[in-house]
């Protein structure tokens, strides 16, 4: 793969290059990288197993809901320290000197990122493909009579909102990271405003009414709930929703959260690009006190 | 060719860096001197481009650091006072990953990798972690990583901090190389006898003014007009002071406590040569006769007066 990239001389493919050896070099020394790899080649050995022994439709849900989640935790702890890091490990200035337009910097760290969660996400497609396309069992079919999925596309678009949500997820992470002076502190501000949009939020909301149109569409907005819908679309007489699957088809197609977290995407790179210009660090992140001392 | 014009960087009241301007030729290494807070970093941060001057600018080979930032950064190789490196990467990933961004084709990048390795004395580690390498090489790999691009100015800020005395002659050699080759060097460093074992210019900086600036002979005599000459005579030293007094250029002569003779020199090395002649055709048997090595300290501590901005 990094043979491949060397074909293209980007100097945004450094960073890629870089993420991808850090990912898959079993030499590096590090334990704890050692330790998430085995995890996740853990997790996927036991959902391998457990695909087997389950129907599509179920398979489905737990391998869509799953990467969703995994997502959720891998990205930000991919991409906290992608600016915050570097200038804590003071490695920014070496960036900073190089003959790199902040755009390219950005795009290099987001595609670095990016090229984890398609790892990711290539990895899962067996369990995608296998859920929709694998032959029915005729004696499992009689006991889970309604659980087929019936309509392929949906599949797709689950896929899309997970890739579309992790974008604009990578790119808040930046966004977060590019305003830190410390990468912990970004990891904690993006773990927390993660936490209060899609847990905190979504339950405050469904407590006060989930009949009014607006908590339906902030609802629906929620990576988790469309994923629900497609997989209640996808499987015919399933409720993931648990409000009926004809409820929202109408109102939120499943393209719609995909194009805001794309537009999410876009304006968090322009704000992370804006706050790394030319000799802005040295002003921005150097507290007044000091610089006046 | 370096050239800097009315430098100036300011943060509200504070002025860091005051209306600095010299000029550097390719092969120049140039000590830059100041106490901490002197304004050394705030200069080469301003010249490497991550720090925008208020007023004047600098130019290194025609480009200009505020008007073509990128061409600058193609010609320049920093290395900052403070630094870390990607631990997660070998030695030559860390020089494949700025090649690339410095823009070497791929088939170009492993040898100009193994030249830099080769250079910086690094070559046995180009599988090495660089969480694995000492303090030392991992100076010297970063100042690989300056030279990957093959840049025509390189700035050092304090290179030589944290260093044992090995790794420091190992620097010097390196530094005294990268002149050789035609690149200018500017080295900010407090070690200044070291300094003076490799620049062939010097620059005195103190509350972001140029104090002095030229050769480093030529800043010595600017605060020491008068030079020193050590001479050192078996049997009998009556009359050397006297006879020395005597000669043209001497403006003063005493016995020290070592039982050596110094002699205040001002004028030129023929009055230095006629002195040596006369003492010797006096009788005085003379078995040392050396001029007192230049002194950067004595020079700095003439110069300055230890404010910090």
């Not at chain 1, 087997?52 to 737990?62: F, G, K, P, Y």
């Not at chain 1, 599949?155 to 966004?175: E, G, N, P, R, W």
């Not at chain 1, 968090?268 to 210009?277: A, D, F, G, H, Y």
Request: glycine fraction near 6%.
């Amino acid at each position: 793969m990094i043979r491949l990239m060397d074909t293209f001389e980007s100097p945004l493919l450094g960073e890629r290059k870089r993420a991808i050896r850090k990912i898959m070099n079993p030499t590096t020394s590090k334990g704890t990288n050692t330790a998430i790899r085995a995890l996740i080649l853990l997790l996927y050995l036991v959902l391998a197993v457990y695909g087997l022994s389950v129907d599509n439709s179920a398979l489905l849900a737990v391998i869509s809901f799953a990467l969703l989640t995994a997502l959720c935790f891998l990205t930000p702890a991919l991409l906290h320290s992608a600016i915050a890091g570097e200038r804590e490990k003071r490695t920014w200035d070496f960036l900073a000197v190089a003959p790199l337009t902040a755009s390219q910097i950005i795009l290099g760290k987001f595609s670095a990122g990016m090229s984890a969660v398609l790892m990711l996400m290539l990895a899962c497609s067996p369990f995608f493909l296998m859920s929709t396309f694998r032959p029915v069992d005729p004696e499992m079919s009689l006991s889970y009579p309604t659980t087929f999925v019936t309509q392929p596309q949906y599949v797709l678009y689950i896929a899309l909102t997970i890739l579309t949500f992790s974008m604009a997820l990578a790119a808040f992470s930046i966004l977060i990271s590019s305003r830190s002076r410390r990468a912990f502190t970004a990891q904690g501000v993006i773990l927390g405003l993660e936490a209060l949009v899609l847990l905190i939020f979504p339950t405050f909301l469904s407590a006060i009414s989930t009949d009014r149109i607006y908590v339906r569409l902030l609802t629906a907005l929620s990576p988790y709930s469309s994923v629900s819908g497609s997989l209640d679309r996808a499987v015919e007489g399933s409720d993931f929703y648990g409000v009926g699957s004809d409820a929202l088809p109408m109102l939120i197609p499943p393209l719609i959260p995909c194009a805001t977290y794309l537009i999410f995407t876009v304006l968090c790179l322009i704000w992370s690009e804006r706050t790394i210009r030319f000799a802005d660090n040295d002003v921005r992140f150097v507290k007044a006190r000091a610089r006046n001392s | 060719m370096l050239e800097i014009r009315n430098l100036r960087k300011t943060y509200g009241d504070l002025v860091a860096v005051r209306d600095l301007s010299f000029t550097l030729e390719p092969g120049d290494i140039l000590g830059f001197i100041g106490t901490n807070g002197a304004g050394k970093t705030t200069t080469i941060r301003m010249v490497s481009t991550l720090l925008e001057p208020t007023s004047g600018t600098a130019s290194i080979n025609g480009f200009d650091i505020q008007r073509d930032p990128m061409g600058v950064r193609r010609l320049i190789g920093y290395m900052p006072d403070f630094f870390g490196l990607y631990d997660d990467v070998k030695a030559w990933e860390y020089l494949d990953f700025f090649a690339n961004i410095y823009g070497i084709p791929s088939k170009q990048r492993p040898s100009v990798i193994d030249n830099v390795l080769e250079l910086t004395d690094l070559t046995t580690k180009r599988d090495a972690f660089v969480q694995s390498l000492s303090r030392g090489m991992q100076q010297r790999l970063c100042l690989a990583r300056c030279l990957v691009h093959d840049p025509a100015l390189l700035l050092l800020d304090e290179p030589a901090s944290g260093l044992d005395p090995r790794a420091r002659a190992e620097l010097r050699e390196l530094i005294l190389e990268l002149g050789r080759m035609g690149k200018i060097v500017i080295v900010s460093s407090h070690i200044l006898p070291e300094l003076a074992g490799f620049c062939n210019k010097v620059g005195v900086i103190e509350r972001g003014e140029l104090l002095a600036f030229g050769g480093v002979g030529e800043v010595v005599r600017s605060v020491q007009p008068h030079r020193k000459v050590h001479a050192r005579i078996v049997g009998e030293l009556d009359g050397v002071v006297a006879t020395a007094m005597a000669c043209a250029g001497v403006s003063d002569a005493r016995i020290d406590n070592s039982g050596s003779v110094v002699i205040d020199l001002q004028g030129s090395h023929e009055d230095q040569a006629e002195l040596l002649k006369t003492l010797l055709a006096k009788g005085h048997r003379i078995f040392e006769f050396r001029e007192e090595a230049v002194n950067l300290e004595d020079v700095f501590l003439k110069l300055t007066r230890g404010d910090v901005n």
